[in-house]
Structures are given as C-alpha cells and as structure tokens.
C-alpha cells in the first residue's frame, strides 16, 4: 500500500516533470533564427531551426553553450498590430497600397509614397561612413518595396542613420532603416522605428537568402515599413522576407565590420550594435542599373 510519502515523492516527481516539459517547450522555441520587427518593434521568429542549443541571456551575460553554431534567439513577441491590411500589388493599375501603421511605435512621419509604383527605379546606393553599397533593385518583382525605398530617399529618411544589428558569423546580416536607432548597445527601442506605414509581401516563392541579397525586416506578414537586412553570407530562412535587390558593390565593407564583432547589450543571440559603426550618409535611386 501507498504511503503519504511515496505520494508525496509522485506529485514532486509529477512537478518536475511537468516544469522540464515547460522548458523543453521554451528551448524550443529559442532555437530559431529571428530578424527584428520593423513597425510595431517586434522581434519575428523565422522558419530555420538549427540544432544547436540556443543561445540564452542579454548583453555580456554568460550563456548555455551550444553544442554546435549557435542560432539567433527571440525573446518575447507581440502579435502584429491591428488595422487595415495593404493590398497587395494590383499589376493591372500598377499601384501599391501603403496604409497607416495603427501600432503606435515611434516613427519618422514622411506621409505615404505614391500608390503608383515607381518602375523607372534600378539601382539604389547606400553611401556609408565606410564607402558605398551599390544594389541592382528587383523593380519588376517587388515593385512596392521598390517605390518605398525611393520615396524615402527623396525625403532624406535615412540620411545619418545608424545600422542597429550586425550578426555573428551563423547568421551573416547587417539590419539597418530605423532612423531613431542609436546602436550604442544601450537603446532598448533599437529596431522599432518605422516610417508610420506598411505594405504587402512581394516576391517570395522561391525566395533565397543568399550573400548579397537584401531584403525587408518585418513584424508579421504584410507589416513592411522601412527597416531592411543585407545579408553578407548565406542564411536558410523561410521565404517571409520581401527580397528586392542584390548588392553589386560594397560587401567588402559589411565582412570587414563583421569582423570587428558587436558591442555588449545585444539580444543575447551573438547579434547586436556592431563594434565599428556604420552609419547611413545617404541613399540614392536612379534609373540606371
């Protein structure tokens, strides 16, 4: 027969079990690959899982060791904000539609680019502190994210703005396109400006995350603003992020900053503030490709 305290060892062997399914559930998790929301601040989690074990913990902070590359990690999210959802390109009128973001995250207030996509836009160059990066734009398969970009150019919108995420070496991409980012390390609200809008998903079947692609962060489907990621190595996502262009000129600059490593206080993932910053002059959209 049963005693009370071979009960008691059940209930505590119960509890125990119960607490290591929970963790296993939350490791799980953990071991995907995130890129920071744009709009609404967010960290996304995509479809790649690695198997090594997470990397836990912010900043400088000791962290679980992993058995082979560590991934990215996602700390807690917020679903995407309510409110209109844009449509998506209407190749018929050969028009966009960018609603308001409804999510109240800080933004840099340009008002709404044209409904009618930009098509004469090829090529777009980012001139950094550390020289240009020149990208060959996907104009006839992202139209909309095309015609974004360049209106946003015209308004100066990324004029001296910071590059807030750099990656480690397991996930190759530098994040750049919040305009309030400090990228000391320090700013808990890097990652979360936007330009007060949002568009539609284009071009991912078949979509590739190979070196020298750029493409949109975002918060969830449909939630694309102006925050992008120029990926210097090759990364398995899932085909989530708008792809728009390819870099031409200038990933020479992005493996040298890699190489510097990133400043302490990041997302505990490996990834964060690079080390030697890189800080957006200007961007320019021409016509010629």
Do not use: W
């Not at 929301?37 to 962290?63: H, M, N, P, W």
């Not at 308004?155 to 305009?179: I, W």
């Amino acid at each position: 027969m049963a005693t009370g305290k071979d009960r008691q060892k059940q209930l505590a062997r119960e509890h125990y079990e119960r607490q290591q399914q929970a963790r296993a559930q939350r490791q799980l998790r953990a071991k995907r690959m995130a890129i920071i929301g744009t709009s609404v601040g967010v960290v996304i989690v995509v479809g790649a899982i690695f198997s090594a074990v997470a990397l836990l913990g912010g900043g400088d902070t000791k962290s679980e060791a992993a058995s082979a590359t560590p991934s990215a990690s996602a700390p807690p999210s917020a679903p995407p904000s309510a409110g209109p959802q844009p449509k998506p390109y209407d190749a018929a009128t050969d028009t966009c539609d960018f609603v308001a973001d409804s999510a109240g995250g800080p933004a840099k207030d340009v008002g709404l680019p044209p409904a009618k996509a930009d098509t004469a836009a090829k090529t777009m160059t980012i001139a950094t502190n550390h020289g240009d990066i020149v990208v060959s734009l996907a104009t006839g398969k992202a139209p909309c994210a095309v015609s974004s970009f360049a209106y946003l150019a015209k308004k100066k919108y990324f004029d001296g703005s910071k590059c807030h995420r750099l990656g480690p070496a397991s996930f190759p991409m530098l994040q750049c396109g919040d305009p309030l980012a400090k990228a000391d390390g320090k700013n808990p609200t890097d990652g979360q400006g936007g330009p007060g809008y949002r568009f539609a998903d284009e071009n991912l079947s078949g979509a590739k995350y190979t070196r020298g692609v750029v493409a949109m962060a975002n918060s969830g489907a449909n939630t694309n603003g102006s925050q992008f990621f120029i990926i210097f190595g090759d990364l398995q996502l899932a085909p989530n992020y708008t792809p728009f262009g390819t870099v031409t000129k200038g990933l020479k600059i992005l493996d040298a900053v890699s190489k510097k490593g990133v400043l302490p206080g990041g997302m505990g993932d490996g990834s964060g503030a690079p080390k030697d910053p890189v800080e957006i002059k200007n961007v320019t959209i021409s016509g010629k490709s």
